[in-house]
């Protein structure tokens, strides 16, 4: 698996060139004249396959000051943040703060949440993406703010908070890698005066590391504007094929397909009202059947006539109808989940095969599992899996007894030939007589 990452550049998170000069100052006069700190704001990112629906999941933060290190010949000194640093609730945001002086923050995905191809992201995010071909993925995005107003900088110097990202076991999500980043604020004498501090820039960096004298945190890998997960997923194909010198194009096949949660260590968190998008070639209107089918036109066009399935109800199992050459594609199905497809009885003999993922983690090859002509099974799905249902109906046709219509036509032909020729013969022969 590959991964590419959006480079993050010096204006994101309000940096600037300026950091280069940011660097600790001694006092020029015997006390300086507070400052306090404002608002930063970091991104939380959710990448995903681009046919996946944003899940039902919640990400937990905490903000504690950062370890002091001493002043090396070659880097800068780190003093830990001052006390007083929280997380802000900003109104319209879905970021919820808790604890003793706001620390903890929960930022909280739905799947109506908006998402944009990975095309679209900016050049000063640092997107972790596992796709290297661009297009293929998508994100979405959530802001989470720092508020520092509260918290009292006396001393010129680089002040430091760790923002802890907790554990998230959510069922197909990847943690970043990194569960830390760090927030240095970078507090400088104030040009023009002799007692006054500012707060020249505030930074993330992805690891602890002490900048150095003459180069602060702006570029390369340290720089971080955020933290980023990967939902992995899943697609499921079924496909109908139908064959035969008997069978029907027009008929429609029902297949109940059913997502299925293990059991034990193997279970995944998942919400119920997760969504998996359905595409495919199935018909979304159907105005008549013909009387191959069984089940109503509008029956089938209710069923059919849906842009997305929750888990609750893919769970208990959706009915799909399907006919010659058409499929259902279930998209962005979280790894972990296992599935189940059976098709309804029909005087048709159906054959299934598989491709894509096509083992069966507990129990062997799916395809030797003895589990009916008409359904087949995967405890648990770990790549894009296709299933093809094959229906055929026909037999051969009897020959030596029943002469083609074609063939019958030509025999009454001749026999009608002869009969006039007979006829002309007689009449010939008593005229001579005569």
Known sequence: MKTRKISALAASLGITAALFTAV????????YVAVNGGDVSFDKYLVMDKDATTPNVSFTYTIAPGEAKAATATTQAISAGPAGAKFKHVDGDSVTVSGTGDTTAKVSFVPTDSAVLDEAASAQKTIGFKDSTPGNEKFATKAITIDLSGVTFTEPGLYRYVITETANTYGGLVSDPNPNRYLDVY?????????????????????????????AITTGD?????FTNSYNTKDLTIEKTVSGNQSSKNKYFAFTVKLVNPTGTDKITINNDDRFSVTGTLDRTVSSVTDSTKYTAETIETANK???VTFAEIAAGKIFYLKGGQNVIINGIPEGLGYEI???EEEYKP???????????TEGDIATLAQGIDTISDKK?????TVKYTNFLGGSIPTGILSTVAGSLGIVAIGITGIAGGMLYLKKKKSEEQ
């Not at 054959?351 to 983690?361: A, E, P, Q, R, W």
């Not at 799905?381 to 899996?385: H, M, R, S, T, V």
């Open 222 to 226: 340290k720089k971080s504007t955020g």
């Open 351 to 361: 054959t299934i095969t598989v491709s894509g993922d096509t083992k069966n983690t």
């Open 381 to 385: 799905l770990e790549a894009d899996a």
């Open 24 to 31: 600790p100052m001694s006092a020029s006069a015997d006390g």
């Open 187 to 215: 507090v400088v004498n104030k040009e023009g005066t002799e007692n006054e501090l500012e707060i020249r820039a505030s930074v993330f960096q992805i690891d602890d590391s002490q900048p150095s004298y003459i180069q």
């Open 306 to 308: 849906v842009t997305y």
């Open 342 to 344: 059976v098709e309804a």
